[in-house]
Structure formats: C-alpha cells, structure tokens
C-alpha cells in the first residue's frame, strides 16, 4: 500500500481524458488500493484515478462515515440520470473552496467493480453526486469549471499563492 500524490488545480494533468481499462490485472488492483488508502487518509469521499495522475478510467468512493463501505468502478458509464438539485461540492483537487453545482438527482451506473465483475447502481443524494463529480474527473473536468470565469479566476489565483508559499 502507498500513498499517492494528489494533484492540485490549476495543475494541466487534472485535463487529461482518461482510458478505459482493458485488463484488470494485479497493477490495476494495486493502483485501486492506493486510491482508497490516499481518499480515506485525505478525509475525501471519492478519488478518481486522473485525480493521482493515472489515465486509467477508474474511481473508488466511500460515502460511509466509518470507511466500511469501499466502492470501486472501472470504465463508469451513467445509463440514465432524473431530475435535478443543486448541491455544494469540494474537491481535494481544488482545496478550500466549496461551491454549489447542478447535477442529476438520481443516476443508474454501470461499471466493473475490483474484480472485473458487472455491477449497476441506483443511486440519489450524496452518493450520486460524488459519482458524477468523479466522472466528470475521468473526463478532465473539474466542478468549478460550473462556475463563472471570474469566480474560477480568483480561485486559480488563490490556489497558485498557496502552491508558492509552500514552495519556500
Ligand atoms: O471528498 C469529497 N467530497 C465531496 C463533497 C461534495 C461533492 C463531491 C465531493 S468529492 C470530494 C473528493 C474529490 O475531490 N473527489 O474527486
Ligand atoms: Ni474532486
């Protein structure tokens, strides 16, 4: 297990479109795992894989608050999504910075699970959120990128201040 590195906006490899997975083999496994270990110990509630700067089209979750309900889906495909509600969003990606977006209320999901086993979901609230967020990741996008250019300027400018004075 390991750690990864999560990156940060405006960093350009939170843009790159990711690949679906044809294999999952034991890197593929692995890469999933420390996903989970770098979301629980980033106190987040879902990781895509372009988030740690993998182009594999992945994302694990765990909405629960005791970190006993891991959900992991390779190559997510919404099949049908209802109605619509306006939610605040974060995103370890873009930290400190938390903002309404409108998505779907209600999606129905298809994917692979960690075993390369079919799974659907019928999911609503939080959890179908979190999933659309994630796959909007996959597609190199960010939920701020649902907000005006002058809020998202300043957010830019916030987060490049902050990603200096670490530097020194
Ligand atoms: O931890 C996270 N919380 C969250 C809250 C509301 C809507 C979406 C999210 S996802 C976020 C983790 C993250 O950045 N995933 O990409
Ligand atoms: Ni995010």
Redesign the pocket.
Known sequence: MALLEILRYPDSRLRNKAKPVDQIDAETRQLVDDMFETMYEA??????AT?VNSTKRLLVMDISEQHDDPICLINPEIISKEGEER???????VPGVHEPVKRAKHIRVKALDRDGSPIELELEG?PA??VQ??ID?LDGKL?IDYLSRLKRARIRKKLEKEARQADD
Not at 43 to 48: E, K, T
């Open positions: 106190s987040g509630i879902g990781l895509a988030q939610e605040e969003e974060g995103c370890l990606s939080l959120v979190c967020h994630e990741h939920f």
